[in-house]
């Protein structure tokens, strides 16, 4: 490989949960990674904090609104010779960034495909926390990232063996599935299976579920992430993204990609081959680990923190889901399998049944009731374009607050 020794960050999302764990990889290795570029959405003092740790001269906050506030005053007194901006297209135009090398895209919701499409358009390494960009945009995300593949390979700064690296996962499942993956033929693969921990609600039935109030959703049994993704992983909402998702970065069906909750969260995904082998992942539930393989791609390096003790561990049992109670699943799955716009719809009424759950405005059991809704009332469109993308899901926003 011949790229420089130290990787220049673009950080969009930096004061999230996936943002605020990449900053920590960084402080380990400073001679190793730079931050030159930060964004966030709303928390304008965090990023003013984050900018002046880490000398950060190009910045930008999702919200226009905040343009006139006084924190915007600090942001732009902190870039100086760099640049402040607002709004959607300035998060963007963060990734065109001569002095960038890696973007790691860890927004939250649709916001990030139009990151995501820009980086690979401008040649930079993805590494991608975003569910969305594939779930929504994968027809469009995924033919730029091999022609990324293409240019480093020609250009030498790709590995020797394996992926080239244009698109890197954050995610504890389809970075288990990408190493699975390393030196064998995709064309052997006969299942991914997605494992799940089973959120907070594991076992109990949507009757025991109608009074589940938001602290509850939000003390999940084994993983540290963000509010909307923790709302996510109690409904098995996340793990139907993350099924779409598999099926777009490893070039699957729907039906190839299978989930099995795993509870104890040890084995974070495996690759069934066609002569029945199964290669797993292992690792401790730490989001810290697929992000500093994705830094750093194809090389390893040290990461401080707990190992896997496998005489306390004891067992590692699984479990069939169930589709039944956790309906969000099984709609992921008619999403993906019927594709279109119908995977914008069930994501754009998920982001909005999630927001109103959190704001108090709806019940929990009303998330899935509110995607279902969604899905039955729209109408199709195959090969959507991006224009078509964006209607679907202004379409569904409108369809929810007429309804709830």
Same mark, same amino acid.
């Given at each position: ?25 960084? @402080? @380990? ?27 950060? @001269?190009?910045?930008?906050?999702? +919200? ?21 901006? /607002? ?51 994968? +027809? ?7 022609? *990324? ?10 590995? +020797? ?40 609600? @594991? ?10 109030? *938001?602290?509850?959703?939000?003390? #999940? ?21 993350? *099924? ?5 970065? /490893? ?5 190839? *990609? ?16 066609? +002569? ?50 956790? #309906? ?77």
């Amino acid at each position: 490989m011949g790229e420089a020794s130290r990787r220049r960050i673009a950080v969009l999302g930096s004061t999230g949960s996936i943002g605020t764990q990449t900053l920590d990889v960084v @402080r @380990r290795h400073p001679d190793k990674l730079e931050v030159v570029a930060l964004a966030c959405g709303t928390r304008g003092a965090e990023l003013v904090a984050q900018a002046r740790e880490f000398g950060v @001269r190009w910045l930008a906050l999702g +919200d226009e609104r905040l343009a006139s506030d006084a924190v915007a005053d600090e942001l732009r007194a902190v870039a100086q010779s760099g640049g402040m901006g /607002f709004g959607p297209q300035a998060v963007a135009d963060l990734v065109k960034l001569s002095d960038v090398d890696v973007v790691v895209n860890a927004l939250v919701g649709e916001a990030g495909m139009r990151a995501s499409y820009e980086t690979l358009a401008a040649g930079k390494v993805l590494a991608l926390a975003n569910k969305e960009s594939l779930v929504v945009g994968g +027809d469009l995300i995924m033919p730029l990232a091999a022609k *990324v593949d293409a240019q480093r390979r020609a250009a030498g700064v790709a590995p +020797d063996h394996g992926p080239a690296g244009a698109l890197m996962p954050i995610d504890s499942e389809h970075g288990a599935i990408y190493q699975c993956l390393l030196g064998e033929d995709a064309r052997e693969v006969a299942r991914l299976w997605v494992t799940a921990s089973g959120g907070p609600f @594991r076992k109990r039935t949507r009757e025991q579920m109608k009074d589940i109030q *938001v602290e509850d959703a939000l003390k #999940h049994p084994n993983w540290t992430m963000g509010r909307k993704i923790t709302i996510d992983s109690s409904t098995m909402v996340n793990k139907g993204l993350e *099924v779409m998702e598999a099926r777009w970065l /490893f070039g699957v069906t729907m039906e190839q *990609v299978q989930v099995v909750v795993q509870p104890q969260s040890v084995i974070h995904s495996m690759v069934e081959f066609e +002569d029945g082998a199964v290669i797993a992942q292992l690792g401790t539930p730490d989001m810290k680990l697929p992000i500093q393989y994705a830094l750093y791609y194809p090389q390893r390096k040290f990461l401080p923190g707990g190992r896997l003790d496998f005489a306390k561990l004891g067992q590692i049992t699984f479990e069939a889901p169930d589709f039944c109670n956790f #309906h969000g699943l099984s709609l992921a799955y008619e999403a993906g399998k019927r594709g279109g716009t119908l995977p914008t719809v069930f994501n754009a009424a998920n982001e909005l049944a999630v927001k109103k759950f959190l704001d108090r405005k709806a019940g929990y059991l009303a998330i899935t009731d509110m995607i279902e809704a969604a899905m039955e009332q729209h109408r199709v469109v195959e090969n959507p374009s991006v224009d078509e993308i964006l209607s679907a899901e202004q379409e569904t926003y409108d369809f929810i607050e007429s309804r709830w």
